[in-house]
């Protein structure tokens, strides 16, 4: 459920209960002339509108926005290589107020330069702000209490940075792997399976030369974006599920 659409009783009953905050977090960058700016937003998002369809959980506003280094292309071309300073900021803030309000599982689900970027380390640094923050009031040397005695025993792994795959399963060492790329086959057929409407295949042939990363655009197939996002949701669907109390009125 979306949190900005939860009445505050509704809210209470969610905190009682533990269940899960999902955060999507991506950037607003060029990803060709045949895919929507947001690609590395609406396809996170495309997960976790797939995951509250089918467990229980709070759904905050979003992180849209991230630093790009401009790599990609100019502003022009609706490129945003958003201050990452501002993020951190941002995101710390955010996640004081889910604190204040009680939550005490939140995933910030992101989709951008993978687990070195810069968007991340913002993200985890934020996450890790807040957990200090939290842990200060429970006096020098918490850490040598038995864990099942803190106020929050689980306080390293309360606030989560994940990956839209981080929790499916993969069948082993060997085996296929989600293709992400940059605006290329991965992530084009993964745009093609959420929100078709936004892709324009035929706009590849006004950029010329193509940069090495759209070379394989073309080979993107629909059915095996759809395949790959209900991958990621069955993961992080399993991943939420766990730990929510059972609805009130029956504990
Ligand atoms: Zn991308």
Known sequence: MQLTRMRPEQIQDAVRRHVPVVIVAGSVEFHGPHLPVGTDYLIPQAVCDGVEARVECVVAPPLPFSSTMAWAASPTDGEVDFEPEALFVYTRALLRALAAIGFRRIYIMQHHQGPEGLPVLCLKRAAAEVV????????????????????????????????????????????????????????????????????????????????????????????????????????????????????????
Do not use: K
């Open 132 to 251: 200090r923050e939290t842990v200060h009031g429970w006096g020098a040397g918490w850490g040598r209490r038995p864990p099942e005695e803190l106020p929050l025993p689980g306080v390293f792994s309360w606030i989560q940075v994940a990956y839209i795959d981080s929790f499916s399963a993969y069948p082993g060492p060997e085996a296929e792997r989600i293709p992400i790329g940059h605006g290329g086959r991965g992530e084009t057929q993964l745009i093609q399976g959420s929100l078709p409407e936004t892709v324009r295949m035929g706009a590849l042939a006004s950029l010329v030369p193509l940069p090495p990363w759209l070379a394989d655009a073309e080979a993107a197939v629909p059915a095996e974006g759809r395949r790959w996002l209900e991958f990621c949701i069955a993961g992080w669907a399993a991943e939420l599920a766990r730990g929510t109390l059972a609805a009130a009125g029956s504990q």
